[in-house]
């Protein structure tokens, strides 16, 4: 089935903190996860992706983690930031689009 | 230059009105999307171009058009709008066509439909 379930739909975070973002899928022909960053009034924009082949992909604070076994992944935002307040999306890629899950609103509380 | 630029911001219709949305992009991509987004729902996917080829999504075929002159510009066509049409529409290009390039969004059009 082609659909991508996203956890939680909402999140506060205190700053300085671990934020932990996780989706799941079933369709096992998955093999590109990007995650999308969008702030109020902005479009989405890419923040990091994985594929299939990896199992781990950081990029500064942010790290995203895939397990094909479990067929999940994560994103984890570490020493969490008011600025990385935002919605995430979580997507994967299925023939010609992308399947996204439906976002996580993340709050970095001061 | 990664800009894509989407009008109008907001738009208010009544039922049974047309409504017009505009994309553009700069960056000579060569295919542009068109993404339905409601609160706390995934976007959806409605239409995409690659060049001049349009596809149309099977289940959204009927109530949305499109039209893109040339390489920088994608419309958004609905001939009768619903209430279920209120939205945030979402535009965005990217080169590659297929599902591992990077989309580049606008900012969106807010559509409220009364």
């Known amino acids: 089935q082609q659909q991508v379930r996203q956890s939680p739909q909402s999140l506060t975070v205190w700053e300085g903190g671990t934020t932990v973002l996780t989706c799941s899928y079933e369709?096992?022909?998955?093999?590109?996860f990007p995650w999308y960053q969008q702030f109020p009034g902005e479009g989405p924009a890419l923040l990091i992706s994985?594929?299939?082949v990896s199992d781990k992909k950081e990029d500064g604070r942010f790290t995203t983690f895939f397990n094909k076994r479990e067929k999940k992944l994560s994103l984890h935002i570490i020493d969490s930031q008011p600025g990385d307040s935002a919605t995430y999306f979580c997507?994967?890629?299925?023939?010609?689009?992308?399947?996204w899950g439906s976002g996580t609103k993340l709050i970095i509380k001061p | 230059d990664t800009t894509v630029k989407q009008n109008p911001r907001y738009k208010l219709a009544r039922v049974g009105k047309p409504v017009n949305l505009i994309c553009s992009q700069t960056?000579?991509?060569?295919?542009m999307y068109w993404y339905q987004k409601k609160p706390n729902q995934a976007p959806k996917l409605l239409l995409f171009?690659?060049?001049?080829?349009?596809?149309r999504e099977a289940d959204t075929f009927e109530k949305f058009q499109s039209s893109r002159p040339n390489n920088s510009f994608c419309s958004l066509y609905i001939g009768s709008a619903g209430l279920e049409y209120s939205a945030m529409y979402l535009c965005?290009?990217?080169?590659?066509?297929?599902?591992?390039?990077?989309?580049?969004f606008g900012e969106g059009s807010k559509l409220t439909v009364l």
């Open positions: 997507a994967a890629n299925s023939n010609y689009q992308l399947i």
């Open positions: 369709d096992s022909t998955f093999n590109y």
């Open positions: 994985i594929l299939s």
């Open positions: 960056m000579n991509h060569d295919t």
């Open positions: 171009y690659y060049d001049k080829i349009l596809n």
């Open positions: 965005a290009s990217s080169s590659f066509w297929g599902n591992t390039g990077q989309l580049y």
